[in-house]
Structures are given as C-alpha cells and as structure tokens.
C-alpha cells in the first residue's frame, strides 16, 4: 500500500516525521532547562548532585533526537541538509560543541583527580542548557525569517554572509524564539525534577524548584508574545502552482485559517504548558511535566507545520527567492522516501520500549541515598 502512494504525500508525511521528532526534542530539552537551573536552585553540594543525577538519567535521549532529527533530514530531505549544514555550519558545529561539552561533563564532573574542579563541568552544562537551545531556537526561526544562500543550477550552495549561519542570532524574532525556548526548557526541567526528585526532608529545596518553574515561565511569555504577533503579521514566503517562491502578505496566518486544527494544536499546547505551572508551582503536583511537555511536543508541531506546509518555502532564502526550498523540491527521491516510510513503521515499538525503560528508571524518585555511591554523576 505504501508502495501506491505518490510522491507529494510522501513528502507530507515525512514533514510530518521530521515535525514529531523535531517536537519531541524540545519536549525532552527538560534537560537543558534543568542544567541551566542548577546554580538557581541547588544551594548545596547534596542539592546540586541530587539535580545532576535526576537528569543524568535521561541526557542521552535528547542528544539521541538530536541525532535522528538531523538524520531524518538528511534521509527525507537532503537538499536542505546539504544547503543549512554547508552554508550556516558555524551555527551547528557551535549547538554540536554545546552537546559534546554535555557529555563530557556528566563523565567527568565527579572523576578522581578531575583537575578543572566540578564548577568547570558545571559551567559547561549551564553553556549547553542556554548557549545550545538558543542556537537551535535561532535556526529553526530562519524558517521563517530566512537566510543567506544561494543555489546554483547544481545546487551548489554560496553563503551570502561571512558569519555563516552565526548571523541568525542577531534576528529579533529568531532570538526572541531561541529565548522563548531556553525559557520554556527551563520550565519543563523545574516541572520534570520536581516530578523525580524526593524532597523528603528538603522543604526549602522544593520550594525554590517550584518557584522556578513559575519565574521561568513568567519570563518566557513576553517572548512568547512577540513570536505569536510577528506570526499574524510578518510576511512569508509563499509557492505557487509553477513552484515560484514570492513573498505573500499574512502568509503564517493564512496558514493557520487554512489550517484550522493547526491552531487547535496551537491553543491546546499552550494551554496545556499554563497548566503544568500552574499544578507545579501553586498546587503542589508533581505530574506538570506531562502536561507541560505534551503542550511543548504541540506547539512544536505547529511551528513546523506553519513552516512546511500549505504551499510555504521551509527554508527560505532572503537573497534569492527562487533558491528557497519546500518540502517538494528538497526532498529525496519516491524510491528512498518510500523504503524510509517502511522502516519507519517500527517507530511505535521503539517508542513503547522507550516508556517502558522510562517507568522503570522512574518507577522510584531519586533521593539522597542515590547520590552518594560510586555511579553518581
């Protein structure tokens, strides 16, 4: 049946793919929050490792999306690989080196003769939870504003700035995004460690977690704000029939009145996000990161969508029009996309072994007891 299938909706549901996955990563972005909440709420050396385990259980997951989101680009989409990650490489090696840092910190922070002292390692993860999600949340608000490239008739790609790629920070709406999403990821860590952490004993150590996640959140929301109106307003660069990129007035709202469940998607994420902190920091729960994240994987999904879909250019370019790229001319071949498609259908299960592996490591909130051994981070 697969097999029938044409190659524009193919190409949809690869959007789609690349759209989940990209969503679930902000979603499992808690860890960075959390890393960048370490000097903010752990006010001692027990309190600090109690933070770093908790989240040293699920570090490899968001470094892993990561991964399968760049692969699922470079597989379903490859022109747009080739063209971001060989013009705009600045950007990503910098969001790699953050990650790599991430890794070697929770290796090394407790290692027997560490000469750097764990306030180095430290460092290092407060770069990857605030310097790393910034940089992504640049690059994903060049869907929208675009960048610098253009494509050759062999596709060769030329970068019209000598920052490559680094110039998308200095964007006010891909940096009021990047913020919003440092932000937010700060919110679902505050939620996700009040969730796995027991604070038996430590009244005064819950109280600063939760009020975090509220400080946070209070802070997102003038971000959260800008984004949302430029979206109504900004133009977008929209494709016609021919494939002729032009810019259209009020593309991204044309977006969401032409597709209506997108913005139900919009409105129940973020009412979803509202009631993790609220249950979080005023009544006392501890199950605001389902909310919270289930809302993120939303309006992750939604800016995705708003960027491909309805005859939109995802990877527009500022300085030629005609080089921007869609979801129908940077995709692979019918052929790959449909062999993908097939592999693709074993997704459920390794996600239903993921939440399996994920209750089981959870089944227990991490207390004190667990932080003084040899395994800890």
């Given at each position: 049946?697969?097999?029938?299938?044409?190659?524009?909706?193919?190409?949809?549901?690869?959007?789609?793919?690349?759209?989940?996955?990209?969503?679930?990563?902000?979603?499992?972005?808690?860890?960075?929050?959390?890393?960048?909440?370490?000097?903010?709420?752990?006010?001692?050396?027990?309190?600090?490792?109690?933070?770093?385990?908790?989240?040293?259980?699920?570090?490899?997951?968001?470094?892993?999306?990561?991964?399968?989101?760049?692969?699922?680009?470079?597989?379903?989409?490859?022109?747009?690989?080739?063209?971001?990650?060989?013009?705009?490489?600045?950007?990503?090696?910098?969001?790699?080196?953050?990650?790599?840092?991430?890794?070697?910190?929770?290796?090394?922070?407790?290692?027997?003769?560490?000469?750097?002292?764990?306030?180095?390692?430290?460092?290092?993860?407060?770069?990857?939870?605030?310097?790393?999600?910034?940089?992504?949340?640049?690059?994903?608000?060049?869907?929208?504003?675009?960048s610098n490239f253009i494509l050759n008739d062999y596709n060769q790609v030329s970068w019209m700035n000598s920052l490559l790629g680094l110039e998308a920070a200095f964007s006010l709406f891909n940096l009021s995004l990047g913020l919003f999403l440092v932000f937010n990821a700060r919110v679902l860590g505050a939620m996700y460690l009040v969730n796995n952490i027991d604070f038996a004993a430590m009244p005064e150590f819950e109280s600063r977690m939760r009020r975090s996640c509220m400080v946070n959140f209070l802070c997102s929301l003038p971000f959260l704000l800008y984004i949302l109106v430029s979206l109504v307003v900004i133009q977008g660069y929209g494709?016609?029939?021919?494939?002729?990129?032009?810019?259209?007035?009020?593309?991204?709202?044309?977006?969401?009145?032409?597709?209506?469940?997108?913005?139900?998607?919009?409105?129940?994420?973020?009412?979803?996000?509202?009631?993790?902190?609220?249950?979080?920091?005023?009544?006392?729960?501890?199950?605001?990161?389902?909310?919270?994240?289930?809302?993120?994987?939303?309006?992750?999904?939604?800016?995705?969508?708003?960027?491909?879909?309805?005859?939109?250019?995802?990877?527009?370019?500022?300085?030629?029009?005609?080089?921007?790229?869609?979801?129908?001319?940077?995709?692979?071949?019918?052929?790959?996309?449909?062999?993908?498609?097939?592999?693709?259908?074993?997704?459920?299960?390794?996600?239903?072994?993921?939440?399996?592996?994920?209750?089981?490591?959870?089944?227990?909130?991490?207390?004190?007891?667990?932080?003084?051994?040899?395994?800890?981070?």
């Amino acid at each position: 049946m697969i097999g029938n299938l044409d190659l524009m909706t193919l190409q949809q549901i690869w959007w789609l793919l690349v759209s989940v996955v990209g969503s679930l990563f902000l979603f499992l972005t808690f860890v960075q929050g959390g890393q960048s909440l370490l000097w903010q709420v752990a006010k001692n050396d027990t309190e600090k490792a109690l933070v770093i385990n908790s989240l040293g259980r699920k570090w490899e997951l968001t470094f892993t999306t990561l991964v399968l989101f760049g692969g699922a680009l470079f597989a379903a989409f490859p022109k747009f690989y080739a063209t971001s990650f060989g013009g705009a490489y600045w950007v990503w090696i910098l969001i790699l080196f953050t990650f790599i840092v991430q890794a070697v910190s929770y290796e090394f922070r407790k290692k027997t003769g560490n000469l750097y002292g764990a306030w180095t390692y430290e460092l290092f993860l407060f770069i990857n939870g605030s310097v790393g999600i910034l940089l992504i949340g640049a690059a994903v608000g060049t869907f929208f504003t675009g960048s610098n490239f253009i494509l050759n008739d062999y596709n060769q790609v030329s970068w019209m700035n000598s920052l490559l790629g680094l110039e998308a920070a200095f964007s006010l709406f891909n940096l009021s995004l990047g913020l919003f999403l440092v932000f937010n990821a700060r919110v679902l860590g505050a939620m996700y460690l009040v969730n796995n952490i027991d604070f038996a004993a430590m009244p005064e150590f819950e109280s600063r977690m939760r009020r975090s996640c509220m400080v946070n959140f209070l802070c997102s929301l003038p971000f959260l704000l800008y984004i949302l109106v430029s979206l109504v307003v900004i133009q977008g660069y929209g494709v016609d029939e021919n494939g002729v990129v032009a810019m259209v007035a009020f593309k991204y709202f044309k977006n969401l009145a032409a597709m209506p469940h997108v913005l139900v998607m919009l409105l129940a994420g973020l009412l979803l996000v509202i009631w993790g902190v609220v249950l979080t920091s005023l009544k006392g729960g501890t199950r605001g990161i389902w909310f919270g994240g289930l809302g993120t994987v939303l309006v992750g999904l939604t800016v995705f969508f708003l960027a491909g879909y309805n005859n939109t250019a995802f990877y527009p370019s500022k300085v030629d029009l005609q080089s921007s790229l869609t979801i129908y001319n940077a995709s692979s071949t019918h052929y790959t996309l449909t062999v993908m498609t097939y592999v693709a259908m074993v997704i459920p299960f390794v996600l239903a072994y993921i939440a399996y592996v994920w209750k089981l490591m959870d089944a227990r909130k991490i207390g004190i007891s667990d932080v003084t051994g040899d395994k800890a981070y």
